[in-house]
């Protein structure tokens, strides 16, 4: 089974700096998308950011221009640089597929942002 382990996240100041990473227990090729979501208290889980060798990345409309995902093949490993933190990006942030390709979810990692 898929394992998908995310790491990085921490309590930040407004307009602070994170680095999120996200390992998965499995190689997947370049042409396989990857992203970043987020779920904040009371809210459905929502994509902010995904990438792949054909689409190249996307944002969500709320994290452009803020947020940079990246990955390393090699590595089996996603990241996610964000940037200019506001408090309401906080949420856990998980790695995942998208749809229909969806791997088990994994613990995510905690970003708290204080104002």
């Known amino acids: 089974q898929v394992q998908l382990v995310e790491s990085g996240g921490g309590l930040v100041q407004a307009g602070g700096s994170l680095r999120l990473s996200c390992v998965v227990s499995?190689?997947?090729?370049?042409?396989?998308?990857l992203g970043w979501y987020r779920q904040a208290p009371g809210k459905q889980r929502e994509l902010v950011a995904s990438?792949?060798?054909?689409?190249?990345?996307r944002y969500a409309d709320t994290v452009k221009g803020r947020f940079t995902i990246s990955r390393d093949n090699a590595k089996r490993t996603v990241y996610l640089q964000m940037n200019s933190l506001k408090p309401e990006d906080t949420a856990v942030y998980y790695c995942n597929r998208p749809p229909p390709y969806t791997y088990p979810w994994g613990q995510g990692t905690q970003v708290t942002v204080s104002s």
């Open positions: 499995t190689i997947f090729s370049s042409s396989s998308e």
């Open positions: 990438i792949s060798s054909s689409s190249g990345p």
